[in-house]
């Protein structure tokens, strides 16, 4: 069964960091494009980021070019999202998903889609 777990979020007050972490179980996915989404409150989910197999090439959301880094280390099958110098708009549940089912990876439209961890980002 294949899975995807996140894990490291929780509340920070604006200006910190945290580093969110996808730990993929059941195959493998370093020949894949895996992304990050973010779902606030009352909105549509959000593209956030996405990198593609071997680490190239990756893209992110103009909000946070500058402020987030995604990383994956395929060797333990583990995506990473850095966030620093967060906001209050950062806050939301972060998903991270594999396997793009479209031609765009900034499309919500992926086969393998983890449960998500909650950020909160304190003005």
């Known amino acids: 069964q294949v899975r995807l777990v996140e894990s490291g979020g929780g509340l920070v007050q604006a200006g910190g960091s945290l580093r969110l972490s996808c730990a993929a179980s059941g195959r493998s996915f370093w020949f894949d494009t895996m992304a990050w989404f973010r779902q606030a409150p009352g909105k549509e989910r959000e593209f956030v980021s996405y990198i593609a197999l071997s680490g190239s090439p990756t893209s992110y959301t103009d909000s946070v070019k500058g402020r987030f880094t995604i990383s994956r280390d395929d060797a333990k099958n583990t995506m990473y999202l850095q966030m620093n110098s967060l906001k209050p708009e950062d806050t939301a549940v972060y998903s991270c998903?594999?396997?793009?089912?479209?031609?765009?990876?900034?499309?919500?439209?992926?086969?393998?889609w983890g449960q998500g961890t909650q950020v909160t980002v304190s003005s």
């Open positions: 998903a594999a396997v793009p089912l479209v031609g765009d990876p900034r499309q919500a439209t992926y086969r393998f």
